[in-house]
């Protein structure tokens, strides 16, 4: 079976600031802000929001060359010492669609200025959503995960190299 139904997305605002190139690691204490689309939006769009901690947002992976899709199986970040995962195993930016999703640290809500700390998404970056995070919508259960994950990301949000 192949459902290929497309659709749109708008863009809701734009990152502004923090980095200006996507790396692997230490985005710890990376600060940016999500500046939302003044042209549609007022500051009653993020009216609460301040009284949440952190945020889920999706974006578009905008710099990634779409000649580099992989669609099947490969080793993360090419790394020979571990094993091939699908697509769909990974969360890296060779995906159909292009999406991120980050969980980062709300600082402050200024109007629809969101000032936000660990995004690990650049200066520029699309937003495509905002979200508050709920405690009640994170894991049920017993989490798992193979062990390279944790080898790979042991220093993602790490403090930035100076």
């Known amino acids: 079976m192949t459902d290929r139904e497309t659709f749109e997305v708008e863009v809701l605002g734009r990152v502004v600031g923090g980095r200006v190139e996507p790396t692997d690691d230490y985005w710890g204490g990376t600060q940016a802000i999500i500046r939302l689309d003044d042209g549609r939006f007022t500051s009653e769009a993020t009216k ?6 952190h945020l889920e947002v999706v974006f578009r992976f905008h710099l990634t060359d779409p000649t580099d899709l992989n669609l099947g ?10 094993p091939e995962v699908g697509v769909f195993g990974h969360r890296n930016m060779r995906r159909l669609n292009w999406l ?6 709300l600082v402050k809500a200024d109007g629809l200025d ?8 650049v200066d520029g970056t699309p937003v495509l959503e905002v979200k508050p995070w709920f405690a009640e919508m994170g894991p049920r259960g017993e989490v798992r995960q193979p062990e390279w994950v944790q080898a790979m990301l042991g220093d993602y949000y790490a403090p930035g190299k100076k």
């Open 48 to 53: 609460g929001l301040e009284e949440f901690s």
């Open 114 to 121: 969101l000032h936000v700390e660990g995004l690990d998404a």
């Open 100 to 105: 991120g999703v980050s969980r980062c640290r």
């Open 73 to 82: 199986a490969r080793r993360p970040r090419d790394n020979p010492d571990w």
